[in-house]
Nanobody, 120 residues
Framework: QVQLVESGGGLVQPGGSLRLSCVASGFSFRNSGMSWYRQAPGKERELVAGISSAGGSRNYADSVKGRFTISRDNAKNTVYLQMNSLKPEDTAVYFC?????????????WGQGTQVTVSS
């Protein structure tokens, strides 16, 4: 059974930091590109950051460049999102996504999301 379980969200003041984690199971994590998305109330889900299967390639939304860092530990089947200098506009539900490549094609898996609220 495929599972992506996010954790680490919460309430933080502007300028603060949070570290999100996403633990994967039920598929080959090391063969999957991983990414973090977020969705704020009334807005569409947007890509925040992505990382390739071996971790050698990363990309970020312009709005988080220089503040957020995506990383992964293939031995622990876990992807992380370190979020620094948080702003109120970072408030959203953050989702982990896996793009699992097999001989049969590409499958996308999503986690259930974790709430991040940036407020004083």
């Amino acid at each position: 059974q495929v599972q992506l379980v996010e954790s680490g969200g919460g309430l933080v003041q502007p300028g603060g930091s949070l570290r999100l984690s996403c633990v994967a199971s039920g598929f080959s994590f090391r063969n999957s590109g991983m990414s973090w998305y977020r969705q704020a109330p009334g807005k569409e889900r947007e890509l925040v950051a992505g990382i390739s299967s071996a971790g050698g390639s990363r990309n970020y939304a312009d709005s988080v460049k220089g503040r957020f860092t995506i990383s992964r530990d293939n031995a622990k089947n876990t992807v992380y999102l370190q979020m620094n200098s948080l702003k109120p506009e970072d408030t959203a539900v953050y989702f982990c996504k896996a793009d699992h490549l097999t001989a049969g094609g590409l499958s996308a898996y999503w986690g259930q999301g974790t709430q991040v609220t940036v407020s004083s």
